[in-house]
């Protein structure tokens, strides 16, 4: 059987191993930098591989993301021709998504950034109550993680739509598509929340001229990736009062640099990456029967589009 490469700068071998094993016996599973001959290797798990990490490697049959976004395997200029690009798809990662989304949401919603800064000052003050229905929720992506962020936060009352590239029918979600839709997407927007995957299309999608078409006030919550929101543009709205708040879980660099404006902005929290983190157990069962799959020279699931880069 041809090798299974793991590289990972993310997580510890040891889970994946000890779950990939007692689904596939026999797994010849290989860390990092200890992979013996590189043409042994058929398989590709790996999350932030650096340049140049598939040389030799001329059996290579499939490069699978250690998570859902697949920004970092089209990050390498010579990615193998030929190699399926797959990801991880997880339930579970969805469901913790959502959860993540829900609390930025209700934060914002329940004037959380105003009543902490309260406490800070010991005063006890009261603010008009919101309303749920008229409060606008506004999902870019309504993918695997977006659609159900996107209904967990309608099944609240909220007033939810979706941005995504293609027409949705999402109950309780109203559906805008294409860059025709963007603009009127984001002028019903209160509460903007990003989980788009990372391609050229969607680089610095959040700019001063996005921003400036959210209504006065309004909130951004970035949970897709760093390098979608123009984070200069982002500091002059929150400081000019245009944007109110932001809830951020990634970064263009990450870790978030020690001198970076955001550690100390009243009006931004900062989440290291953690809003849907990958889980071996739970991802398992598709990663060993993708590894079966493409052993066996059949069709894998979860593939990713070369072409769309998503
Ligand atoms: P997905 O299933 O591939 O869904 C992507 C969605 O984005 C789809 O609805 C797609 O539209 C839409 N989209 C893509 N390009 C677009 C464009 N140019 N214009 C409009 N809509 C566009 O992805 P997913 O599994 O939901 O994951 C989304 C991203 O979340 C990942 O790529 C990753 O960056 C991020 N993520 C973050 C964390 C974290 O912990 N922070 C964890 C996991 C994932 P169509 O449906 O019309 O194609
Ligand atoms: C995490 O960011 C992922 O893409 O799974």
Same mark, same amino acid.
């Given at each position: $059987? ?31 930098? %200890? ?19 598939y040389q030799g490697m001329t059996n290579l049959k499939a490069i699978c993301s250690l998570g859902q976004g697949v920004d970092h395997i089209f990050a390498e200029p010579n990615l193998p021709e030929g190699a399926h690009i797959l990801r991880i798809v997880d339930p579970w990662m969805a469901q913790a998504m ?14 959380? $950034? ?10 006890? &003050?009261? /603010? ?21 962020? &996107? ?7 909220? @007033? ?16 805008? =598509?294409?860059?025709?839709?963007? @603009? ?5 927007? @209160? ?12 680089? %610095?999608?959040? @700019?001063?001229?996005? /921003? ?14 760093? =390098? ?10 929150? %400081? ?12 263009r660099t990450e870790p978030l640099p020690a001198d970076h404006p955001f550690w100390d902005h009243p009006k931004v929290q900062v989440w290291p990456h953690v809003s849907a983190q990958t889980n071996a157990e739970s991802g398992a069962d598709q990663v060993a029967e993708n590894i079966r799959r493409i052993f ?15």
């Amino acid at each position: $059987m041809p090798a299974v490469l793991f590289r990972t700068d993310n997580d510890s071998p040891d889970q994946w191993r000890e779950a990939l094993t007692k689904r596939i016996p026999d797994l010849d599973f290989r860390v990092w930098p %200890d992979i013996g001959d590189p043409e042994d290797i058929g398989f590709a798990l790996v999350w932030k591989a650096p340049a140049g990490a598939y040389q030799g490697m001329t059996n290579l049959k499939a490069i699978c993301s250690l998570g859902q976004g697949v920004d970092h395997i089209f990050a390498e200029p010579n990615l193998p021709e030929g190699a399926h690009i797959l990801r991880i798809v997880d339930p579970w990662m969805a469901q913790a998504m959502a959860e993540w989304v829900l609390l930025q949401v209700l934060r914002f919603h329940r004037q959380g $950034m105003e009543y902490e800064q309260f406490q800070r000052e010991k005063r006890w &003050a009261k /603010l008009p109550a919101p309303e749920t229905s008229t409060r606008r929720i506004g999902i870019l992506g309504l993918g695997a993680l977006g659609a159900q962020a &996107a209904t967990t936060i309608a099944a609240l009352g909220f @007033d939810v739509a979706g941005w995504s590239r293609t027409r949705k029918e999402i109950e309780g979600v109203r559906s805008f =598509a294409g860059e025709a839709e963007f @603009d009127a997407f984001l002028a019903r927007t @209160d509460i903007l929340c990003c989980l788009l995957p990372l391609t050229p299309e969607t680089t %610095d999608i959040i @700019d001063a001229g996005t /921003l400036a078409k959210l209504p006065k006030g309004a909130f951004v919550v970035n949970s897709g990736r760093g =390098a979608q929101l123009v984070e200069e543009d982002l500091l002059a709205a929150l %400081d000019n009062g245009h944007i109110a708040g932001a809830a951020l879980d990634v970064f263009r660099t990450e870790p978030l640099p020690a001198d970076h404006p955001f550690w100390d902005h009243p009006k931004v929290q900062v989440w290291p990456h953690v809003s849907a983190q990958t889980n071996a157990e739970s991802g398992a069962d598709q990663v060993a029967e993708n590894i079966r799959r493409i052993f066996a020279g059949e069709q894998p699931v979860n593939t990713v589009s070369r072409e769309r880069k998503y």
